[in-house]
């Protein structure tokens, strides 16, 4: 008997069928954070519930969500009531919330606003640290996934929108343990480039997905980079640390594609902007030049040009008639020098000036001989002082007085006991020396 297939949609609402006859489902009391929150344009809440090891897909209509008292948020901690069922043409079960009231804040949401608050306070977010984008770049960097859709729309809207723009990748991972690390290697890599601008992003995700974005060590990277940063992570409602850090934040990767170039319509109409002002600019100076041109051509002088060379003629004859009058006075002051000059008495008599310079030499040789007469006596007193002291302290002197001075080998004899019996000695007089010999002297 061959088979009974059955088709997708039958499958579902079969299992739909068992999860709406159950029991214990049609009431359930969960308890998880919100992550990947979306309000919908219809009013419907979409999110998904989580713990530290499950999720599970939730909806909670509009007129259930009505009745909120607060807004949710991801990282919210909730407590839901509600149904589990299934949806059909997704075929992935949920819970279909009809309650839900906050039960705090998650910890991942904590970490969040603990590190945000550490970064402002030490001025990671000061909008004057911040620097401008160029508005033409030639070179920009791109840290993110090599695969996805965030750099194929990167690298797409930079092509189209300034096609004349080097692009360079440094590919990084953007999600799990390692992902912070090496996105802040990355980051430093690329700022030895040289660039212009460097975007740093990844495509949507959770928060847990998009939590390397949140990490100090990606935060300080952007921070101490030198080239100017555009933060691209997620989508519109996503805001990590690193958007909070970098020198500006882009809602989407596209966007800071088209954040960080021109459009070509854009340059050509800056150039036509450009050429519009030079061109202006060239008029007026023209203009200008054709104003000044016509007064020269009006003036009095280019009119009546023999009016200026009759004015340097004039004025030529004044200098010169100036110059006469000074070399006049030159020549008068120098000849009535002269003549006081020969009036001079020494002029009229040289001899007098011989006898006087005689004269003078007369008295400074009797001066000189005076001088010397007394230097010579001064010099001869104290060499007669010097002579009387030395024979005042001459220890030969004493001999005139009847005194001797006895030798033994050339050593002055001080005591008996440096002589012995038979010795032979010298003894100095005042006048002569004589040789003794020493005996014993018997009693």
Known sequence: MAPEYMTITAINQFIKNMFDSNTYLKKVYLKGEISNFKHHTSGHLYLT???????????????????????????????????????????NYQIYIDKMEQDGLGNLYIEFEKLKKKLQIEGLFDPNHKQPLPKFPTKIGIVTAPTGAAIKDILSTLKRRFPLCETILFPALVQGVSAASDIAKKIKMADSY???????????????????????IVARAIYNAKTPIISAVGHE???????????????????????????????????????SEI???????????????????????????MVLYEMKIQRLDTMTEEIYKAIQRFMEKKANTLKEIKKSYILQNPAVLYKEQTNALEIVKTNLGKTIQTILKDYNQKMQNIVQTVKLVNPLNILDKG?????????????????????????????????????????
């Open 194 to 216: 040289d660039l212009d601008v460097l975007i740093v992003g990844r495509g949507g995700g959770s928060i847990e997905d998009l939590w390397a974005f949140n990490e100090e």
């Open 49 to 91: 519930l989580k713990d530290d090891d499950s999720r599970i897909s939730a909806i909670m209509f509009r007129s259930a969500a009505a009745s909120l008292n607060f807004v949710p948020e991801d990282g919210m901690n909730v407590l839901v009531t509600g149904r589990i069922s299934v949806y059909p043409n997704g075929g």
């Open 403 to 443: 005194y001797s001075v006895v030798y033994k080998e050339n050593t002055i004899i001080k005591s008996i006991r440096d002589v012995q019996i038979k010795d032979t000695l010298s003894v100095r007089l005042s006048e002569g020396k004589m040789k003794v010999e020493v005996k014993e002297i018997k009693e």
């Open 237 to 275: 409602i996503d805001f990590t640390i690193a958007d909070y850090v970098a020198d500006r934040r882009a809602p989407t990767p596209t966007a800071a594609a088209e954040m960080a170039v021109p459009t070509l319509e854009e340059v050509s109409s800056l150039f036509a902007s450009k050429q």
């Open 279 to 305: 061109t202006h600019l060239f008029h007026n100076k023209i203009e200008q030049a054709k104003h000044a041109l016509d007064s020269l051509k009006k003036h009095y002088i280019l009119k009546n040009p």
